[in-house]
């Protein structure tokens, strides 16, 4: 496996990415929307309840930041979707497993190809969402409430395993689909049980501390490793040209 | 260059190609010729290491197929046209052709050159920076040949070039690959066109899962005809018939029109003989040529039967 091998395919599909709108946007949207939208709302809450606790508060702007673990779901499904069913599409695959390129280094470039502008996008959105929420409950907590070890879980641990899960399930699923749309929305099933923890955390059920965290990234590294050996083997050259359909 | 032994392909049950045993020399321009379905792109897929054998052997540009250590050396060696363009259609023909450069680890000076050279050539230097989505067919099956060349592989595959392809794009095309030809270069060319074949190729093979034949172009139709010798003549066919066999030995002769078609063995010295037995026996000889069947004949005719004619 040839890391530079691997990264001439990533630079291609990152600037075949640049060029789709509706990437980009949902690159730049989504983290933008978390953190701006959720800083102003915890702003307006504690505006309009002078009685809060500090432990709403903080139980609040954990919450709120979970939304970094789903945009590690949501952005990069719809990336590794593009980059892999978009090739299959254009049949520009069978040119590409010519090339003295082996199947780990292609398969390796796309998920980096999905992975890093995800990370990127997750880590900025975090930085201003902590300097927000900073500045806005500082006066009510009375101390600075970021950094802390929760969001370095979130976003350096969390996130990432949750991201490559996700890319790992829109490979496998590239494999049997036709259309880019379509493997968008069978990998989006995956923010289903994301949201449900949300909620689970909106009303206290599942709090999202840094134990919670934890675990739940040590849960999803495992099912992680488990999908990765699935997706090697269908990212096997002679199965992408003989029976992908 | 090629050399293969019983090299055979199933896919479950269905057998694709069935004990391949072949060689292409360097520097020839090989026809690979057979109906759909006949095997030819599973041949090139293995030959080029994209899927595996199921057994035999073959050995393509000094280096063994299914050894994985050879795999990359060997894909950097040969170049590839697939059934299907498969072209970027968002990226510039520039864009496609720098990607598998850097692919091939074409050091980037001379990646530069290479595609100025290639695109130079097909007339498409030009349109180097528009999106390949607004080229006509033929236009992108050059920049699909060109990606082929871009690491300038020893040997080249295509498969179908000209197949979907309007006449002129087909004329292109065609211009382009004896261009390469004339460079020395070794191609295996996939097709069904046989007048392509023929005009390009230095030697055909016939598939059809089983290799029914391999030679020239002329061989192959020359040991179709066997020979036969058609004169055109003046006067009552059946007699001259006789005066002919009579003179040469019994022998199949067919009326057609004005014409008898004789079967013959030996060309330069039986047609001296028939025209003699003609002028003996009161005939006039208007014309007398040697028949050849056409490609296309020897064709149909081993494709249906299975096997070489006797
Ligand atoms: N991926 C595959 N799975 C099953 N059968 C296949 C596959 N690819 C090709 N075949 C079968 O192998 C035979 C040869 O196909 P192919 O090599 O594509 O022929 P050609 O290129 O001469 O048209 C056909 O009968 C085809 O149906
Ligand atoms: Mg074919």
């Known amino acids: 496996m040839r890391l530079s091998q691997a990264w001439i395919v990533a630079r291609h599909d990152l600037s075949m990415i640049r060029r789709r709108r509706t990437i980009l946007g949902a690159l ?69 497993l010519a090339t003295p390129t082996t199947d780990g280094e292609i398969l390796l470039g796309k998920v980096l190809a999905a992975f890093l502008p995800t990370m990127v996008s997750i880590w900025a959105g975090a930085t201003v969402y902590m300097v ?3 500045a806005i409950t500082r006066g009510t907590l009375g101390y600075l409430y970021y950094p802390n070890l929760t969001i370095v879980v979130l976003v350096f641990a969390l996130a990432p395993i949750v991201a490559v899960l996700a890319i790992e399930i829109s490979v496998a699923v590239s494999s049997r689909v036709q259309d880019v749309r379509s493997a968008q929305q069978i990998s989006g099933v995956l923010f289903l049980p994301f949201i449900l923890l949300y909620v689970a955390a909106e009303i206290q059920v599942f709090p999202l501390d840094t134990d919670h965290l934890l675990l739940l990234a040590g849960i999803l590294g495992l099912v992680a490793l488990v999908t990765f050996r699935i997706c090697r083997r269908v990212f096997d050259r002679e199965t992408i040209l003989t029976r992908w359909k | 260059m090629i050399h293969t032994d019983g090299l055979t392909k199933q896919f479950g049950t269905v057998t694709a190609v069935d004990h391949l045993t072949l060689d292409v020399p360097e520097g020839e321009v090989f026809g690979f010729l057979g109906p759909n379905g006949a095997g030819k792109t599973t041949t090139v897929r293995m030959l080029s290491s994209l899927i595996s054998r199921t057994s035999g052997s073959a050995e393509v540009a000094g280096h063994q197929i299914g050894d994985p250590s050879a795999e990359l050396k060997l894909r950097h060696q040969i170049g590839i046209l697939p059934e299907n363009v498969g072209l970027y259609e968002s990226s510039s023909a520039y864009e496609n052709l720098e990607y598998y450069g850097q692919l091939q680890r074409v050091e ?13 050539m097909l007339d498409l230097w030009e349109k180097r920076d528009l999106p390949v989505a607004t080229f006509s067919k033929g236009m992108k099956q050059k920049v699909a040949i060109a990606r082929a060349l871009v690491h300038d592989p020893v040997l080249l595959f295509l498969d179908e070039p000209t197949a979907n392809l309007d006449p002129e794009a087909s004329k292109t095309v065609r211009e382009f690959i004896l261009e390469l030809k004339r460079e020395r270069r070794t191609i295996f060319l996939n097709t069904h066109h046989l007048d392509e074949a023929e005009r390009i190729c230095d030697r055909v093979g016939i598939l059809n899962t089983r290799l029914v034949t391999t030679g020239t172009p002329g061989e192959l139709k020359l040991g179709m005809s066997g020979h036969r010798t058609v004169v055109t003549v003046d006067g009552p066919m059946e007699t001259l018939a006789a005066a002919i066999r009579s003179r040469l030995g019994d ?28 002028v003996g026996a009161g005939g006039r000889l208007r014309q007398l040529t040697q028949a050849s069947a056409s490609l296309e004949d020897v064709y149909l005719k081993l494709v249906h039967e299975g096997g070489p004619s006797a």
Do not use: C, H
């Open chain 1, 132 to 134: 927000l929420i900073d």
């Open chain 2, 251 to 278: 022998r199949r002769i067919d009326v057609q029109g004005s014409s008898l078609v004789v079967d013959v063995t030996d060309p330069d010295r039986e047609n001296p003989e028939i025209a003699a037995a003609i």
């Open chain 1, 28 to 96: 730049i949207a989504m983290p933008a929307g978390v953190s701006i939208g959720f800083p102003l709302l915890v702003w307006y809450i504690i505006v309009k309840s002078p009685g809060i606790t500090d432990g709403v508060i903080i139980s609040f702007v954990d919450a709120f930041a979970f939304w970094f673990a789903i945009a590690g779901v949501m952005l990069p499904s719809s990336i590794s979707a593009y980059s892999i069913v978009g090739e299959k599409t254009e049949k520009s695959l069978e040119p590409l």
């Open chain 2, 108 to 120: 980037a000076t001379a990646l530069r050159q290479s595609i100025e050279r290639l695109l130079r």
